[in-house]
């Protein structure tokens, strides 16, 4: 049996700082600090900020909260818009519509799956204030083109990051972490992201002195001084038992994102030749493979085997947003985003998470080949 991912092997690893820090934290007595900066969280916002080359990083309950503070902080309102793709986890088109803002969405590249640049144009009217590009996968999104039309139209350019800790691209001849190539970005620490936590986490993070005081206001109730606030917040600060594992675990994402790495080199090695479409990586930019996915016309065919095998797979995403059933309302027809409605018809996803033993890469290698020639 190979699992599609197995969260126990990563916390065994680590075991004793892990248990050590959440004992220490328990013993402290101080789990919430009101304003958020609890000193735990803070130590983890300035190692992740550093890591990510940005000036500030907050620390939010989640990477939902992250992407509905940050569009706040962005002052998107009711009747906006924002441009985003029709291919990621609800979660992206969720929190536009929670402010009473629209979601316009946008087709996708055949090879990365993420949004396609030269769609977005097409995309913007008077309404448009926004893009939230996703770096889908833990594959850079195309920032150089984004931020181009953005800076035309006058627009916010916010990443979704929640899948690419650790993804870096070159942007103006300069490598940089995705997360700094925006006018925000956040994180999801959701377990089974490529920076987990043991429970739920999130992060912003921007260069912009106003839009950090932005966030680290809404994240506690508005609330610049204790008791006074200055307007609607959320109660939605970064757990400091979640933050004390995070400081364990991130000075190891760099490895573990290079074992992500490695598992998909050897998996392109194991399927050439197949009828199938690997992964690509854009020239100039580090791939961190949260999910390695590919696509095949006999993508069925090929799961069957994995399940005959007892290895793991799954199918991100099944369901384009424009054809959620919650967004049946925006009228948006069968056919009008016609690449991601394709890549829902044909990509499967494998296990790839960095505590893959040899053996079980090798097993699911063979099962997807005896898919393909059955
Ligand atoms: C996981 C994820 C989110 C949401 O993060 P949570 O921490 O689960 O709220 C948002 N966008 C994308 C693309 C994600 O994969």
């Not at 985003?84 to 402010?99: G, K, M, N």
């Not at 993070?205 to 932005?214: C, I, R, V």
């Amino acid at each position: 049996m190979v699992p599609l991912l197995d969260l126990a092997r990563q916390y065994q690893s680590l075991q004793p700082e892990i248990d050590a820090a959440v004992l220490k934290l328990l013993a402290s007595g101080q789990y919430v600090v009101p304003s958020g900066a609890h000193p735990v969280v803070t130590q983890f916002e300035d190692a992740a900020a550093q890591t990510l080359g940005v000036k500030h990083a907050i620390g939010v309950a989640n990477g939902t909260d992250a992407l509905l503070i940050s569009l706040r902080a962005l002052g998107i309102r009711p009747g906006d818009e924002v441009i985003t793709t029709t291919f990621s986890f609800i979660a992206t088109a969720e929190v536009v519509s929670l402010l009473g803002a629209m979601p316009v969405f946008v087709d996708i590249d055949p090879d990365t799956f993420n949004l396609a640049p030269s769609l977005i144009e097409a995309a913007i009217t008077p309404r448009t204030r926004a893009i939230i590009p996703v770096h889908l996968f833990g594959h850079p999104a195309p920032m150089q083109e984004i931020n181009a039309i953005a800076q035309r139209h006058g627009l916010r350019v916010l990443e979704d990051a929640a899948q690419a800790w650790g993804a870096r691209m070159d942007l103006d001849g300069v490598t940089q972490s995705c997360g700094a190539l925006g006018d925000m970005a956040t994180f999801s620490f959701f377990p089974s992201k490529n920076l987990g936590a043991c429970g739920e986490g999130g992060l912003i993070t921007t260069n912009d002195d106003a839009l950090a005081e932005k966030v680290r206001t809404l994240r506690a109730h508005g609330q610049r001084r204790r008791y006074v606030h200055d307007e609607i917040g959320y109660n939605s600060r970064l757990h400091a038992i979640q933050a004390a594992i995070l400081n364990i675990k991130l000075p190891h994402a760099e490895a573990w994102n290079d074992a992500r790495r490695a598992n998909a080199a050897h998996y392109a090695q194991s399927f050439a030749g197949l009828p199938l479409t690997v992964p690509v990586e854009r020239k100039g930019a580090r791939h961190v493979y949260h999910q390695y996915t590919l696509r095949s016309p006999q993508r069925d065919k090929i799961c069957e085997a994995l399940t005959a095998a007892k290895a793991g797979w799954a199918i991100y995403y099944p369901v384009c947003l424009h054809q959620q059933p919650v967004y049946e309302s925006l009228g948006y027809r069968v056919g009008q985003f016609p690449i991601a409605e394709r890549a829902a018809q044909e990509v499967f996803s494998l296990p790839i998470f960095p505590e893959l033993r040899a053996d079980e890469l090798e097993a699911v290698a063979i099962a997807v080949r005896a898919g393909c020639t059955r």
